[in-house]
């Protein structure tokens, strides 16, 4: 197989996986907020809080919100220079596999299952509107 | 055998790392080779930092939770035997840290510590043993979470060890607070 149609195919992969991803995402009645609450309970809640920065960094108004930009807090240098902003199939994509999404990050937590990736999203949206306004 | 333990509120509040080198020799006894460079060390001490930043969070709050005065016995006794295994985890991180030529967090403040948790809501005791069995299961689920992440194994089997302590603790602390076990197995980590 020749380099070039190596390099095609890879993208080719990625683009459909991407797109998978984002399509399971976007199935936002599938999605289930509530179970998404309980697993960011227990599943992000040892580093994150939705109002206040920890180990990790706050979740309130996360979608829509450019990567690594709250001021203030120590990201790491990859995520700080990311330069993309959050929204529903970065974050499912980060949610996959942080490291691959931006390489030198320092969450190194996944979260393996598709459905669980979903509902933790739009429990983010919600909790993320909800909160809005109390910074 | 485990260290008999005699907690009381000024040992919550005044413990030295002392008593927990021991840990620290412990954990890197197994754990040799960390001496040497290997490639994705660096990766490595981020996690570990980032290890190093949950238990300075969960030391500063069972601090806050004996300075509230909210904790009676036997809730204060189980306190202040957890922070001194947070401590120990603590110095065996700084040691494991330090022993790959990394530089280790410091800790916040504890008004920080005491503003990211929410500290000014906890009105009772069970509200400081919610807060603490929330931070346990967290801890619990982000040590599983990295092992596959680690480049060395024997950094690995440490974040195991570190889980089994936080899960042990999430475990006496919802025994405490009166809540259901698991009804399933493998519900940590998940």
């Not at chain 2, 939770?65 to 922070?83: E, I, M, Y």
Request: glycine residues 10%; aromatic residues 4%.
């Amino acid at each position: 197989m020749s380099e070039v149609r190596a390099i095609v195919l890879h993208r080719s992969r990625r683009s459909l996986l991407a797109a998978l991803l984002a399509a399971a995402i976007c199935e936002a009645g599938a999605a289930d907020a509530g179970r998404g609450e309980q697993l960011y309970e227990a599943r992000c809640g040892g580093c994150h809080s939705i109002d206040t920065d920890r180990v990790g960094p706050r979740h309130a108004g996360l979608l829509g919100r450019k990567a690594g930009s709250i001021e203030g807090f120590d990201y790491s240098p990859a995520l700080r220079a990311a330069g993309f902003t959050w929204d529903g199939e970065r974050l499912g994509r980060w949610l996959a596999d942080p490291e691959a999404l931006v390489p030198g990050q320092r969450m190194n937590v996944s979260v393996g299952h598709i459905a669980d990736r979903a509902d933790l999203i739009a429990y983010l949206a919600r909790a993320g509107r909800s909160s809005a306004g109390k910074r | 055998m485990p260290a008999t333990l005699t907690p009381t509120r000024r040992g919550f509040l005044g413990a030295s790392a002392t008593t927990l080198s021991a840990a620290a020799v412990a954990m890197l006894a197994g754990a040799p080779q960390l001496a040497r460079a290997y490639g994705g060390a660096s990766a490595d001490v981020n996690i570990l930092n980032v290890a190093l930043g949950l238990e300075h969070e969960a030391i500063g709050a069972y601090e806050l939770g004996a300075r509230s005065g909210l904790l009676t016995k036997p809730g204060l006794d189980v306190a202040v035997l957890f922070q001194s295994h947070h401590k120990a985890h603590r110095d065996a991180l700084v040691a494991t840290i330090e022993k790959m030529g990394g530089t280790a967090v410091k800790s916040r403040s504890l008004d920080d510590y005491a503003m990211a948790l929410s500290a000014a809501s906890l009105k009772t005791q069970a509200d400081v043993l919610t807060l603490a069995a929330r931070l346990e299961l967290g801890a619990t689920n982000a040590y599983l979470g990295v092992i596959p992440s680690f480049k060395e194994p024997a950094l690995a089997k440490v974040a195991a060890r570190l889980a089994a302590d936080e899960t042990m603790h999430w475990t006496a602390l919802a025994t405490t607070l009166g809540r259901s076990l698991p009804g399933n197995a493998l519900t940590f980590g998940a």
